[in-house]
């Protein structure tokens, strides 16, 4: 068994089948970018994954992680990126799934939220409004909350959205880095180019079929190709 699997799943939106007939599997330590269309079901497959939402068809199941082992960094908006909390409150926060009814930090979970901003470069900022900091800042601090959750899998949606281009590069590499050490990583993008330099697999989302393969399958595939003509074949 796969460390991540989805077998022949059908999710669906607002009453509408998003993705149907869906089948991947992951293996631990690799990288898969998802990209699609908007509308593909990019962010429905997501939220399935995390269990937000049951398929209602197939099933998606894990080998040695549970769904609330999983860390996630969602989309960022700008009601967010206001929010009034010390950088460290927000990364300690990501420990809040694995206490239980507990009230209060324990000195592991004190520990954990430390080494993830000092392993992100962050730990100078524990102290600083999170709402003062830049674009990329932010993300650096939404990553080591995700991690503070994460056993070893990382979900990113749409990580580099609205960041520089060379703030984008840099939390490419420090993504690729956290894979490098074991990390699973599974990232939603709309970047193609930085899907194909820094991925192991890709998972393409069409309303008319679907893609998963290698990052050098996909480079040959006509799925490649339409979504670099803008969706349509020519």
């Not at 993300?139 to 520089?164: K, N, W, Y």
């Amino acid at each position: 068994m796969a460390f991540v699997n989805c077998e022949n799943i059908t999710l669906s939106y607002e009453g509408r089948d998003v993705i149907s007939g869906l089948t991947f599997h992951l293996e631990k330590g690799e990288y898969l970018c998802i990209v699609g269309e908007n509308g593909s079901g990019k962010s429905t497959l997501i939220k399935g994954i995390l269990g937000f939402v049951k398929p209602t068809e197939g099933k998606i199941f894990f080998e040695g992680i549970a769904q609330n082992e999983i860390g996630y960094l969602p989309q960022q908006t700008e009601r967010q990126r206001d929010f009034p909390a010390s950088v460290r409150e927000i990364v300690i926060s990501g420990c809040l799934n694995s206490m239980g009814w507990r009230p209060f930090y324990s000195p592991r979970e004190k520990n954990l939220a430390a080494r993830n901003m000092e392993r992100l470069g962050i730990l100078e900022l524990s102290q600083q409004p999170y709402n003062e900091l830049s674009g990329g800042q932010q993300q650096r601090v939404l990553l080591a909350r995700a991690l503070c959750a994460a056993e070893s899998l990382l979900v990113l949606d749409e990580p580099v959205t609205g960041l520089d281009p060379l703030v984008t590069r840099d939390l490419y590499d420090l993504i690729r880095k956290l894979n490098s050490e074991g990390m699973t990583i599974i990232m939603v993008s709309h970047d193609v180019a930085g899907a194909l330099k820094y991925a192991d697999r890709i998972l393409h989302l069409h309303h008319e079929g679907y893609f998963f393969g290698t990052r050098r399958e996909y480079e040959q595939s006509p799925f490649c190709r339409m979504l670099r003509l803008g969706g349509e074949e020519r």
